[in-house]
């Protein structure tokens, strides 16, 4: 079999031109206490001098998560109207809890809290702890109740924070390329410094590259193959015999390489070993004016450019970098074992808001409105289910209000996220796609 010189696999970046990295372990989360509790300061004293008994535990009943750290520093006001604590969680992240309350009038005086946040620190800018940080600031933000504790001073509330569901959705994303990110430095040896700004471009790259470390085949989009040929007797032969999808049409079943693979990923070259593309519906350009020139067999460059009609392809790797089993440890295994529960989480808050909102629009309109992570993770769960993702998205529609509707769901809350939900939506144009698989799912890893 002919082996084709691939020189340029045209793909588009991943939805989002470019991220940010999270600026969320210097700016606190605020959450209004929804429990009644007041703070015993005759104990607060006690902490500041060795707190190494004292712990804060932050438990999210949602997901069965229990987190409790050592409280390694104390700050307060001088009438403690506020008192920020700092504990430990591990795996390079530290998290900080500050309460301001009523002023204190006595030195024996119980506060009574008005209000608590919660932040999250890392040691390094690097991708396992940006990913416990971001995995700790999701679960926070789509658990409902957070439940605070620090029993020797009589902290013991509930809170709950009101993020936007576009906040949400933007942390999910960052929090599986961070995961990526980890993949690919456990696979390959390499380490990496998470910069302030990841673009679309590197973004792609981490995606396809812990794809196939991980997936080995897996879908990935085509929009071309540009592809340079001698026109010789092999050449023009291996172009007459293309085989076609189905009899009769000029669509065409290919297969290119196996080549050599890498991806350049923040400055640094990653190979992937050796890389073969499969295409079940591939059209080529201006075919017949390419098959006279190959016809001539004058030894001249051809170039064949060639394009599938579903915009994907088959990627496989049968010798990219391997993860081992046991790359993660127990700690590390159970952030990232969060990651069905917190996508299912988000997608139920958009179908809570939907089904509220909008009762009366089709599913197949609602993509219009949804943000680009949460329909690449619908097109994710429909494709596993082989069911079309306006289907799937109906099927979840139809299930029981009360297994989508979040507990307590306030009215200010509710606003919050309809603001949330419309925020940019003012000067778009209206979209003449069609909605179909292809135009959803396969711009995402």
């Known amino acids: 079999m002919l082996t084709m010189n691939v020189v340029e696999i045209n793909s588009p970046p991943a939805f989002s031109p470019g991220l940010w990295r999270s600026e969320r372990d210097q700016t606190p989360w605020i959450g209004a206490p929804t429990s009644a509790t007041r703070i015993n300061t005759e104990q607060l004293p006690e902490i500041l001098p060795d707190t190494h008994e004292f712990a804060l535990s932050i438990e999210v009943p ?23 604590f700092k504990s430990i969680i591990g795996m390079g992240v530290a998290a900080l809890l500050t309460i301001r309350s009523e002023p204190s009038t006595g030195p024996n005086e119980n506060l009574k809290i008005k209000e608590a946040s919660l932040s999250f620190q890392v040691s390094e800018h690097r991708a396992q702890p940006l990913f416990i940080a971001d995995t700790l600031y999701s679960m926070l933000g789509l658990g409902g109740t957070v439940r605070v504790l620090i029993p020797p001073v009589n902290i013991d509330m509930t809170l709950r924070f009101n993020i936007p569901l576009s906040d949400l959705s933007e942390l ?79 669509i065409f079943k290919l297969r290119f390489g196996p080549t050599d693979a890498s991806q350049t990923i923040l400055g640094q070259e990653i190979s992937l070993g050796s890389r073969m593309v499969f295409l079940d519906d591939a059209v080529i350009e201006d075919y017949e004016n390419v098959g006279a020139a190959l016809a001539l067999k004058d030894e001249r460059i051809v170039t064949v450019r060639i394009r599938p009609l579903s915009r994907v392809g088959r990627y496989v790797f049968p010798d990219a970098p391997t993860l081992l089993n046991n790359a993660w440890d127990h700690n590390v295994r159970q952030f990232i074992e969060q990651d069905g529960h917190l996508s299912q989480a988000l997608i139920t808050r958009y179908l809570t808001l939907m089904s509220i909102v909008v009762p009366e629009r089709p599913p197949e309109q609602m993509f219009a409105l949804i943000n680009p992570e949460t329909i690449a993770v619908l097109a994710e769960q429909a494709h596993a289910r082989q069911t079309p993702v306006d289907e799937f998205l109906a099927s979840l529609l139809k299930q029981d209000l009360q297994q989508t509707t979040p507990d307590q769901t306030t009215e200010e809350q509710f606003h919050s996220d309809m603001v949330a939900f419309a925020e940019g939506t003012e000067n778009l144009l209206p979209y003449s796609g069609s909605y179909s698989r292809s135009d959803i799912y396969f711009d995402h890893d």
């Open 62 to 84: 949602t997901f069965g998560a229990r987190l409790t750290g050592e409280i390694v520093e104390l700050q307060s006001s001088d009438n403690y109207s506020e008192i920020t």
């Open 172 to 250: 999910l994303q960052r929090r599986k390329m961070y995961f990526g990110l980890m993949v690919i430095e456990k696979a390959t040896d390499k380490e990496f410094e998470v910069p302030e700004f990841i673009s679309g471009e590197n973004m792609s790259a981490i995606f396809f590259a812990a794809h196939a470390i991980l997936d080995r085949k897996f879908i990935w989009r085509v929009n071309q193959i540009v592809l340079p040929t001698p026109a010789n007797e092999e050449t023009f032969a291996w172009y007459q015999s293309l085989p076609p999808s189905e009899p009769g049409i000029r």
